[in-house]
């Protein structure tokens, strides 16, 4: 007996429907939009997850980077990090000579803003990052073309370099760039390797640095009044702790940090990220619900309304099933599975729209801003589920008080209604 309410109750919603097209279509206005909030917000976050995991494969999960820097803030004050005094390259030589627990250890130091010449052209805004060949055995070095330089080519000061991905297809478009000259600061470095692309949302200066041997860097920038910085690799997520503990107490050491007294240096990690990405990731569900609940309250009430309308219209048939020895159960269902039906259907629109756009920007915003190539083309399923369910709910107490007032109708009073 359920089963055929719960039938005749779609039968009539979609009959009711289909002769109040234009009212039953701004009635569900606003639940097309508030579905099509929930899931383009719910989209856009998986993309950001997305972009997340990513930058965190760039950074190494196993990676720990001692600097002078907090790279993600880590509540320091600006100013406070500045009057930190430079790890200078001396004390990182010093670490990676005691460090024992690491799997791979190198230092790093960077030039930011430099112009660099490739025949006539010139390519400026560049960083160049002078480093070790044990650069190359983390996330960061993966090779997609060429190698990374060895050990007698930074013993040597070799003019030799490797470049990210995003400078090299700008140098050399057609390719062929491995065996060419570029010119650093008036000398010439021979291209030996390309990056993998590894460029996201979070990161996307990444593309754009040139590495060359850490001597052959100092013999052009200088070494003195230069913060290096000391990557490690702990080889695995478990030994991390064990690479944590120990870089701060030989950092400590080495800078003559006496017991109470704060780290003048900063131990980077991805987990240094995670608070930076769960507000921006707060922000945006704020201003989602917020939108969302403004939308599914605009619907409700135009459901509401729609619903109030449809009860007057309906109320001699009303009193006729009552008369006939319709329960007030069956007529509530009746109403509700109505209202809830046109949520429903208002849900298939917001799919329909949000496939179309969810598409297209997938497809055409990545042309125009490469760091949004994380965005995928198809919304999630679990998605769609969560619209559905929503959506539902929303048509269900959209439709309770018109149900009531209908259920609740005095069967002579309404087979005497005009």
């Given amino acids: 007996m359920a089963l055929l309410d719960v039938t005749e109750s779609l039968r009539i919603a979609f009959d009711s429907m289909r002769s109040n097209k234009l009212r039953s279509g701004l009635a569900s206005l606003g639940v097309v939009i508030g579905i099509s909030f929930v899931i383009i917000m719910g989209w856009v976050l998986s993309g950001l997850d997305k972009a997340m995991q990513d930058t965190f494969n760039i950074i190494g999960t196993d990676m720990i980077y001692v600097d002078k820097w907090d790279w993600a803030g880590g509540g320091h004050n600006w100013k406070e990090m500045q009057a930190r005094k430079n790890i200078t390259y001396e004390q990182a030589m010093e670490f990676m000579k005691r460090v024992s627990t690491a799997e791979v250890v190198f230092p790093t130091a960077r030039k930011f803003g430099i112009k660099v010449k490739y025949q006539s052209d010139y390519f400026p805004g560049l960083s160049v990052e002078g480093t070790t060949p044990d650069y190359g055995r983390t996330p960061s070095g993966n090779m997609e073309d060429g190698r990374f330089f060895n050990e007698y080519e930074n013993q040597s000061s070799a003019n030799v370099c490797v470049l990210g991905h995003k400078i090299y297809e700008t140098m050399f478009p057609n390719g062929g760039g491995i065996g060419q000259y570029i010119k ?235």
């Fill in 184 to 418: 650093i600061e008036g000398r010439y470095y021979q291209v030996i390797g390309k990056v993998t692309k590894q460029g996201t949302l979070l990161m996307d200066f990444v593309d754009d640095i040139i590495f060359i041997p850490i001597n052959s860097f100092f013999g052009i920038f200088g070494k003195s009044n230069r913060n290096v910085t000391i990557g490690l690799k702990a080889g695995t997520q478990e030994n991390l702790d064990n690479v944590r503990s120990e870089a701060e107490g030989l950092m400590r050491t080495i800078r003559n940090i006496q017991p109470g007294e704060k780290n003048d240096f900063s131990l980077n990690e991805t987990k240094a990220f995670e608070a930076m990405i769960a507000t921006f990731r707060a922000a945006v569900w704020g201003v989602g619900i917020g939108f969302t609940i403004l939308s599914f309250v605009v619907g409700i009430i135009g459901i509401m309304n729609i619903m109030f309308v449809t009860v007057t219209e309906r109320t001699k048939e009303i009193g006729i099933r009552k008369a006939i020895g319709a329960k007030k159960k069956s007529i509530l269902i009746q109403f509700i599975i109505e209202s809830a039906f046109l949520c429903f259907l208002g849900a298939i629109v917001s799919f329909i729209i949000t496939s179309i756009i969810v598409f297209a920007a997938a497809t055409f915003l990545p042309k125009a801003v490469p760091q949004l190539e994380f965005l995928s083309p198809v919304i999630p399923f679990n998605l769609l589920i969560i619209a559905t369910i929503v959506s539902l709910i929303v048509g269900m107490l959209a439709g309770v008080i018109p149900a009531r007032r209908a259920a609740n109708m005095d069967p002579i009073d309404a087979l005497r209604f005009e």
